[in-house]
């Protein structure tokens, strides 16, 4: 279905940071499948893990249990723990980053409350329940009515949070950055804030790190673990292009869904289950986290021009407002230069590339950049 509009290309190969297109040009990729392949294309240890496990076992029903699963949902629980100690939790996979916050909502609802607040310019996924969560009208208005009592606040205003949770609030659900809106940052102690308020009340705190979270920030976790959040989802970077999603309910909140309240077919899946776990273990293993710290600082000091009005982000994750509506004309524009970028609105651009994209790749891209904003600027006046 014509969901998606037309294709931009048809890509046939990929290896580290680097994909090929059917008539063999080269592109160094700076979007990364969304946040997606934290691995880049083709990384041997994901290659290896996600064979291997089809080999061995490749679906049972989650009538079973397989220990991939059984590993990654306590890895998860760990990365979602503080330093001072591991927190008791339990995990609900699925399949993709909406899977992952559907279950979420779910758990919200066995609170006895139905109360929801959510942040201007969210974003949750596309299924309907998750779609109630996400503000942008555009996505949401041809699907209404949507599951309701959800209630937007201005993303990063601690104050507007506290005046719309009351003792009625089931939960707040944001993300720590805002990345489909074009990588939005808070300011420090928001989500600090948004943590004493819910305790106040009652309510939970949901923080949806589906695109921020494993590595892409240079930690684990965008958020503070010692915030200790009450769900928290996972999805888009954890498996590395396989698809999965993961929800983390801790502490009383990881007891909230019981049996019979909700299910999954494919979700837990030993092989997606597998794909996570090497994807967990390669980002120890080469030290990705400091590596996207490092590589992130040097894009955003670089990305620099008299055309850019703000570059925002953590790690890997950048987010570029320009001072004329030519998003669009960029992307294009680094396209036939040989680079895969993304825009999230009309004057925004985003890069989120694999966590493995290297110095030179960072390098070459930022030589680029000038040039591709010339062509941008040239092609919309
Ligand atoms: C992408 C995204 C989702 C939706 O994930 P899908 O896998 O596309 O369903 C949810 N929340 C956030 C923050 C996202 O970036």
């Known amino acids: 279905m014509n969901t998606f509009g037309p294709p931009k290309l048809v890509l046939v190969r990929g290896e580290g940071a680097h994909v090929w297109d059917e008539d063999g040009t080269e592109y160094v990729d700076l979007l990364g499948g969304i946040a997606v392949n934290a691995l880049g294309h083709a990384h041997p240890a994901l290659v290896t893990a996600v064979t291997?496990?089809?080999q061995t076992l490749g679906h049972v029903s989650n009538f079973f249990a397989t220990g991939p699963q059984v590993r990654l949902a306590e890895r998860l629980i760990g990365?979602?723990?503080?330093?001072?100690?591991?927190?008791?939790?339990?995990?609900?996979?699925?399949?993709?980053?909406?899977?992952?916050?559907?279950?979420?909502?779910?758990?919200?609802?066995?609170?006895?409350?139905?109360?929801?607040?959510?942040?201007a310019d969210s974003f949750h996924g596309r299924t309907m329940g998750s779609l109630a969560l996400t503000s942008k009208a555009a996505y949401r208005e041809p699907f209404e009515p949507l599951p309701g009592d959800v209630t937007f606040v201005p993303y990063g205003d601690a104050a507007a949070l506290a005046a719309a949770v009351d003792d009625e609030t089931a939960a707040v659900v944001l993300e720590p950055l805002q990345g489909e809106a074009g990588v939005n940052v808070p300011p420090p102690g928001y989500l600090a804030e948004a943590r004493r308020v819910t305790r106040e009340h009652g309510a939970?705190?949901?923080?949806?790190?589906?695109?921020?979270?494993?590595?892409?920030?240079?930690?684990?976790?965008?958020?503070?673990?010692?915030?200790?959040?009450?769900?928290?989802t996972f999805a888009k970077g954890l498996a590395g292009g396989y698809p999965i999603g993961a929800c983390v309910g801790?502490?009383?909140?990881?007891?909230?869904?019981?049996?019979?309240?909700?299910?999954?077919?494919f979700g837990g899946n030993p092989v997606a289950s597998a794909a996570a776990l090497a994807v967990l273990d390669t980002i120890e293993a080469e030290d990705l986290r400091a590596h996207a710290t490092a590589v992130g600082a040097r894009l955003r000091d670089g990305l620099d021009h008299p055309h850019v009005a703000e570059v925002r982000g953590e790690g890997l994750l950048i987010g570029i407002s320009l001072d004329a509506e030519v998003a669009p004309a960029a992307v294009a524009a680094a396209q036939d230069a040989g680079f895969i970028i993304n825009a999230?609105?009309?004057?925004?651009?985003?890069?989120?590339?694999?966590?493995?994209?290297?110095?030179?790749?960072?390098?070459?891209?930022?030589?680029?950049?000038?040039?591709?904003?010339?062509?941008?600027?040239?092609?919309?006046?």
Request: aromatic share 4%; proline share 6%.
């Open 52 to 54: 291997e496990q089809m």
């Open 79 to 119: 990365l979602c723990s503080p330093d001072s100690g591991r927190r008791d939790g339990r995990v609900f996979l699925a399949n993709s980053g909406s899977e992952a916050n559907e279950a979420a909502l779910k758990a919200t609802r066995r609170t006895g409350r139905t109360k929801l607040v959510s942040a």
């Open 204 to 232: 939970l705190l949901w923080l949806d790190e589906v695109q921020t979270g494993i590595g892409r920030t240079g930690r684990w976790t965008a958020h503070d673990p010692s915030l200790e959040p009450d769900l928290v």
């Open 250 to 265: 801790l502490g009383e909140a990881g007891h909230l869904l019981g049996p019979g309240n909700h299910g999954t077919t």
């Open 344 to 381: 999230t609105g009309p004057d925004r651009v985003r890069l989120a590339p694999p966590l493995v994209l290297t110095e030179a790749d960072a390098e070459s891209f930022l030589a680029a950049w000038p040039a591709i904003l010339d062509v941008a600027y040239e092609a919309g006046s």
